[in-house]
């Protein structure tokens, strides 16, 4: 692949993080829902991995989302041991909402969902 085909790439990537970005923003701001804050922006804060982590590596990577579920989860079962509070960062909402305060099996379920969706999109389309 040459070096024009891995910058338009490059880009796409970068569009469709930054867009991912706000939406989970507007999503942990003004969703309050039993669906569309926990389990669908549980499954796209995965995919806005996968797009960051695309625009440092623009050819496929067979193994990414499956690295990107190992992060994810680990970041869960950190929640667990209130992270947060180890850090003494629970008095700021970004770093609340960023790393998450609360543990929940469903959110790991919700996790290797989105990474079956990037394995199944990237096996089928090269995305």
Same mark, same amino acid.
């Given at each position: 692949?040459?070096?024009? #085909?891995?910058?338009?790439?490059?880009?796409?990537?970068? #569009?469709?993080?930054?867009?991912?970005?706000?939406?989970?923003?507007?999503?942990?701001?003004?969703?309050?829902?039993?669906?569309?804050?926990?389990?669908?922006?549980?499954?796209?804060?995965?995919? /806005?991995? %996968?797009?960051?982590?695309?625009?440092?590596?623009? #050819?496929? %990577?067979?193994?990414?989302?499956?690295?990107?579920?190992?992060?994810?989860?680990?970041?869960?079962?950190?929640?667990?041991?209130?992270?947060?509070? /180890? /850090?003494?960062?629970?008095? %700021?909402?970004?770093?609340?909402?960023?790393?998450?305060?609360?543990?929940?099996?469903?959110?790991?379920?919700?996790?290797?969902?989105?990474? #079956?969706? /990037?394995?199944?999109?990237?096996?089928?389309?090269?995305?």
């Amino acid at each position: 692949m040459n070096l024009r #085909i891995h910058k338009k790439k490059r880009i796409g990537y970068a #569009i469709a993080f930054l867009i991912l970005f706000i939406m989970e923003t507007l999503i942990a701001l003004y969703v309050h829902d039993a669906i569309i804050r926990p389990y669908i922006g549980d499954m796209l804060v995965v995919i /806005l991995i %996968y797009c960051f982590a695309r625009i440092i590596i623009p #050819i496929g %990577y067979k193994w990414l989302p499956f690295y990107i579920f190992l992060f994810a989860a680990g970041i869960e079962c950190l929640q667990y041991f209130h992270l947060v509070q /180890l /850090l003494g960062l629970q008095e %700021y909402t970004f770093w609340r909402i960023v790393i998450g305060s609360t543990f929940d099996l469903k959110d790991i379920m919700c996790y290797g969902a989105g990474c #079956i969706l /990037l394995s199944l999109c990237s096996h089928y389309w090269d995305i």
